[in-house]
Each structure stands twice: as C-alpha cells, then as structure tokens.
C-alpha cells in the first residue's frame, strides 16, 4: 500500500492568518495518463469528508478560493490563504492513484 | 442532485456478518465512470483513521482492501439502484462509521454515514 505522511497533525492558526499542510506518499502519485490523483478533504465533527481539491490543484465546486493545493510527484500542500473559522475541522490527503485509495492521517487546524 | 444514503444495522455481535446498503439517487449506476464504492472510519489513536474497504467500477470491475479482501464482498443492484457491501467476521475492531462514496470523472460525492458498532 502507498503510505500518505501528512505534517503537522495539528495546527492552530490564527484567523486571518496563512496555513499549510504538508502530505508525502511514499510511491509516486502520477499516473500513466499523465494525472496526478491527490486530493484534499476537509471533515468537520460529525459531518462527512468532503472533497476541497482534485488531481493536486483543481477546487470542487463552491470551494473558496482560499484554498490552494501544489505539489507533483511525491510531495504536497494545502494552503489557506486566510483562515476563516469555518476552516476548522480535520483535514485529510488523499491519493486515488494506485489501489488502495490511501488517506493521511488527518491534520486538525484549531483557531488560537 | 446526486445523494447516497447508507442502512443497515447500528449493532452487530462478534463474528456476525455485516451487510451495508448504499442507495443511490440522482444518477445511474448503469451509466459510464459511475464508480461507487465504502469507507470507514475507525478509531486510530490518536484521532479517527479513513480506510477504503471496496469499490465497483461502472464497467463492472471490482477492487478490495487487501487486508480485508477475504471478509469483503461488493455488489451492484442496478434495478434497485444500490451498491451492497458484506463484511464477514466482524470484530470489535471493526466498530465505526461507514460511508458509501460515488466518485465519478470529476464528481466525489458521500453519503452520511452510518455508525456500526460491534459488540456482544
């Protein structure tokens, strides 16, 4: 299985402030089509994941344009331009190239 | 609108078999890239951990977990609309929530969950 490390496991930040999170798969992630499968989730308690980024960089839709992700290879991030207390939660990467489909293991971003 | 909806049983005892029913809505799962599949979340100290257990590809193909395959099976009711997973065996290890998740070309979408406990 593709291991996914993900740095911090937790991040307070303070509103209005950058924040980014780190995740390595341990096999690259790009795929023969040429794509990269690494998406990002944010879940808040008792709500479902829900989906931020695809294919490293590409925002679902209604995704605010706060939120950014880069990387290729084995490396990537997200980034919050400004946190917004409704960013709280725990996030998770995760890569859909090789199978099993493999989750970090989360990154709680907490307000100061 | 695109939904899934998880049932089943909320208890299930050690060594019983568990079965899922994902119901979906809003799309067909005869239709191409139409891929749905479950996930759990289990307590993994320190937080919960996501694991992908099964999935069935709109072409029929099929992949499982490979620690789980043995106690897995995933299949399709494309009259009733639903994607049914078993898992055998159960443990109290296995307790947590399962989701049914459609990913499509670009679609990702989840269902709510539901919480399974096992216990005796």
């Known amino acids: 299985d593709v291991v996914m490390t993900q740095s911090p496991l937790s991040l307070p930040v303070t509103l209005g402030q950058p924040a980014s999170i780190s995740c390595r798969s341990s096999q690259s992630l790009l795929y023969s089509d040429g794509d990269t499968y690494l998406a990002w989730f944010h879940q808040r308690p008792g709500q479902s994941p829900r989906r931020l980024i695809y294919k490293v960089s590409n925002r679902d839709s209604g995704v605010p344009d706060r939120f950014s992700g880069s990387g290729s290879g084995t490396d990537f991030t997200l980034k919050i331009s400004k946190v917004e207390a409704e960013d709280v939660g725990i996030y998770y990467c995760m890569q859909g190239t090789h199978w099993p489909q493999m989750f970090g293991q989360g990154t709680k971003v907490e307000i100061k | 609108q695109i939904t899934l909806k998880e049932s089943g049983p909320s208890l299930v005892k050690p060594t019983q078999t568990l079965t899922l029913t994902c119901t979906v809505s809003g799309l067909s799962l005869t239709s191409t890239d139409v891929n749905v599949g479950w996930v759990r979340q289990i307590r993994q100290p320190p937080g919960k951990a996501l694991e992908w257990?099964?999935?069935?590809?709109?072409?029929?193909?099929?992949r499982y977990s490979p620690s789980l395959k043995n106690r897995l099976s995933i299949t399709k009711d494309t009259s009733k609309n639903q994607v049914v997973l078993t898992m055998s065996n159960m443990d109290p290890v296995d307790t947590g929530t399962y989701y049914c998740?459609?990913?499509?070309?670009?679609?990702?979408?989840w269902g709510q969950g539901i919480l399974v406990t096992v216990s005796s």
């Open positions: 998740v459609y990913q499509g070309l670009i679609d990702d979408i």
């Open positions: 257990l099964a999935i069935s590809y709109w072409d029929d193909d099929k």
